[in-house]
């Protein structure tokens, strides 16, 4: 159970959207078997001379899923420090019998992004998925239900729309957290995933948190569930 005082040092970090030194671990079910872990890690960085968010996000599958389908995901984003949008990526995703290595930088003098070597027009900020998601932390549901941006995804542009559904209680090992129940579309309504699978993400309405995030996929429902929080001080 999270002690009052690491709640105090949560809470008092997302007065300022500080994410510094933030490490969220995530137990992963799929078809209701616990399948692996996932982590968010986040610390400041510089890229050109500036200060910037890095998040680093891991995924791993355990031995018993490996047998059926092994993932090894390392992704690790730069994005700035106000805003949180992509501002360099680098991708290794391993998931089954697929492998790809990503480079994305983001020119925003220029409106262009390089995906692979290849030079993309862009007329906006944009935001990674992983990236969106510790920007709906910034937002404050309580005054907005709907919300619009970019994504920049495997070379693509999408328009997206982020819509509050409803609140609900979530219980797990850390608590329990009154949640916004959030759900990205795209602009003309449809899932942003592909086989019309759907994600969903509960974050809490105090701290800030993304508690749980759950994806429909044409093979069963992927859930990540928060089991533990680490803040480190400087």
Sequence with gaps: MITNFLFFLITISFCFSNFDNEKLIYEINFKKFNAGEARFETKIDTLTNQAVYKITSTTKTNK?????????????????????????????????????????????????????????????????????????RTLDFSKIQDYSFT????????????????????????GKFECYVLRPFSKNGKPIFKNKGQMTIWISKKEKLPIKIEQNTSVGKLTMNLKNIFIEKN
């Design 151 to 174: 994504s920049f995804e495997n070379g693509k542009l999408k328009d997206i729309s982020i819509k509050v559904y409803k609140t609900e209680i979530i219980k797990n090992s850390l």
């Design 64 to 136: 018993f899923l490996d047998k059926f389908y092994k993932i090894r995901d390392l992704i690790n984003l730069w994005v700035d420090y106000e805003d949180l949008s992509l501002l360099k990526a680098k991708k290794n995703i391993k998931q089954g019998n697929y492998k790809r290595k990503h480079d994305i930088a983001i020119n925003y003098k220029e409106s262009k992004a390089i995906f692979n070597n290849k030079e993309i027009n862009i007329n906006s900020k944009v935001y990674d998925p992983i990236s969106a998601i510790f920007f709906y």
